[in-house]
């Protein structure tokens, strides 16, 4: 069940503020699992792992980073601002997507996270240069977006 669309940002953030702090309580939890009395795993123990610790403030400061990068003032180009706001939120997941590859240790979610470092990083590139001064529209950018 999603945030309808005309709702606030506040309202939307929120959402999306509540799924990473989800996601990361359980990522903290999962890292820590292996260790005595369910504590962080420190380097030096039979695992190897580091501190959970350092998961979640990389974690948190991704998280900090999205969205101030996201909450920019409209400029009523829907396309731009779109672009704009999607550029901070890919590097959110690619800098949490690093998290993964420095701390995680399922390989299946190391894979995930390489893929999405590479599709990210492609897909902000592609923003960019969209972004860029002078840059072609294609045809028929300009027209009217179909009614809903």
């Known amino acids: ?54 998961f979640a403030e990389e974690m948190h400061a991704a998280m900090d980073k999205m969205d101030a990068g996201m909450a920019i003032p409209p400029t009523g180009d829907p396309d731009r601002d779109f672009a704009r706001m999607m550029i901070p939120h890919h590097q959110g997941a690619v800098d949490m997507a690093l998290a993964e590859l420095r701390f995680g240790r399922d ?20 923003m960019q240069r969209i972004l860029e001064p002078g840059a072609a529209a294609p045809a028929g950018a300009n027209s009217t977006p179909p009614s809903r």
């Open 1 to 54: 069940m999603g945030v309808p669309a005309g709702a606030p940002r506040s309202a939307r953030g929120l959402r999306s503020t509540t799924f990473f702090a989800g996601v990361l309580a359980a990522a903290v939890a999962a890292s820590s699992a292996g260790a005595p009395h369910g504590g962080p795993v420190h380097e030096g123990t039979p695992s190897g792992a580091r501190s959970s610790d350092s």
């Open 107 to 126: 390989e299946r979610l190391r894979r995930l996270a390489q893929g999405i470092i590479v599709e990210q990083r492609q897909e902000i590139e592609v």
